[in-house]
């Protein structure tokens, strides 16, 4: 059974450009999470979408953005990159609401 | 906000040895989960607890969700090599998915 997968798996970029990343889910879920990892902050919820519609957000800037297909994959956009975006990023696929989320292995954004 | 505490924040241990570690939380929570993460793989799911009091094993893997709905813990029996990465709790609200994280355990095991 295909996990969560995530592409790119690895980006470098500058400061002010814009990095689109995508997310597949699990065959059948239909809610997929973001998060970001870093070893500062650690893992933080970015934003969490269930069919097309995000249902909850966490406390980060606008520049941050996400969207869901119909097929459930999903993108999150960071527009105006800065040097403290370089993280992990983590998207997390479930059924639905309070169903355990399954990780994919991240996209390593580096921003120079 | 809400905040998990998990601790240890790291621990070294002879294979063969059992490890404990756990988090607590000024809020409760509906559903406690621990995961483990190996360098430059995302985390995966170990181990997922739904009621107060409950007791959930996998393999050599034991946790518990606190009474209080504050905390959890996760015991690791007779550990292996393969045991090595980084552990995290999260607690999850009824209200929505978002996941709250601890800060996460490193796991060494010396052979």
Known sequence: ?112 | GQQLNQSPQSMFIQEGEDVSMNCTSSSIFNTWLWYKQDPGEGPVLLIALYKAGELTSNGRLTAQFGITRKDSFLNISASIPSDVGIYFCAGQLASGSRLTFGEGTQLTVNP
Not at chain 1, 38 to 47: A, D, K, N, S, Y
Not at chain 1, 67 to 92: H, I, K
């Open chain 1, 1 to 112: 059974k295909a996990g969560v997968t995530q592409t790119p798996r690895y980006l470098i970029k500058t400061r002010g450009q814009q990095v689109t990343l995508s997310c597949s889910p699990i065959s059948g879920h239909r809610s997929v999470s973001w998060y970001q990892q870093t070893p500062g902050q650690g893992l933080q919820f970015l934003f969490e979408y269930f069919s097309e519609t995000q249902r909850n957000k966490g406390n980060f800037p606008g520049r941050f953005s996400g969207r869901q297909f119909s097929n459930s994959r999903s993108e999150m956009n960071v527009s105006t990159l800065e040097l403290g975006d370089s993280a992990l990023y983590l998207c997390a696929s479930s059924k639905g609401a309070e169903q355990p989320q399954h990780f994919g292995d991240g996209t390593r954004l580096s921003i120079l």
